[in-house]
């Protein structure tokens, strides 16, 4: 997806998003790690474990997984198939990005709303998930993860859809018919 740079007054504020996605990003690796560690070393010499490390270790999983897709969707680099956006240049390519990102983000968004309905219904049936924790607290990251992408996924697309529109100038031009 090609995309214009930010106006000058935004790089900070993603500067600034990036540092918070990537620390809380290693915070719940870190935490991941750590909690694992300690299950192998309790259940060897010991023979017991902590009774909520494995649920746990089961959210920050999710938590881990769908944040690192929101802090790949930053740059593009979500998971595509990209053999078309290859060949292409210029105005073909940006259309094709404008295409990608509108479809991209209309299935983020699909699913940001069917994990809102999911947490909701979660929260109204008083779920919990381990330890006292309300299950659609841990939970609550699916539509956020979700709606983000879809977020960046639309502001893409209206890169390219600019850029198409300047005639594609980041790229080399469309050769003539």
Do not use: C, K, N
Not at 77 to 98: N, T
Not at 117 to 135: C, D, K, L, T, Y
């Amino acid at each position: 997806m090609a995309s214009s740079p930010p106006p000058s007054g935004a790089r900070p504020a993603r500067g600034a998003v990036r540092r918070i996605e990537e620390a809380v990003l290693a915070l719940l690796l870190g935490a991941m790690i750590a909690v694992a560690s300690l299950q192998i070393l309790l259940r060897g010499p010991l023979g017991w474990g902590i009774a909520w490390a494995d649920p746990l270790l089961r959210v920050l999983v999710l938590w881990v997984g769908l944040l690192g897709a929101v802090a790949a969707s930053r740059e593009g680099g979500q998971i595509s198939v990209d053999a078309v956006s290859r060949v292409l240049s210029g105005r073909a390519r940006a259309a094709a990005g404008a295409v990608t990102g509108l479809f991209t983000a209309g299935v983020a968004a699909t699913v940001a709303y069917h994990g809102a309905r999911f947490v909701a219904s979660e929260r109204e049936f008083a779920s919990v998930a381990f330890s006292g924790i309300p299950a659609w607290a841990l939970e609550s990251v699916i539509p956020f993860a979700f709606g983000a992408i879809a977020l960046r996924s639309l502001a893409g697309a209206f890169a390219d859809l600019a850029a198409l529109a300047r005639g594609a100038a980041g790229g080399p031009p469309d050769p003539a018919p």
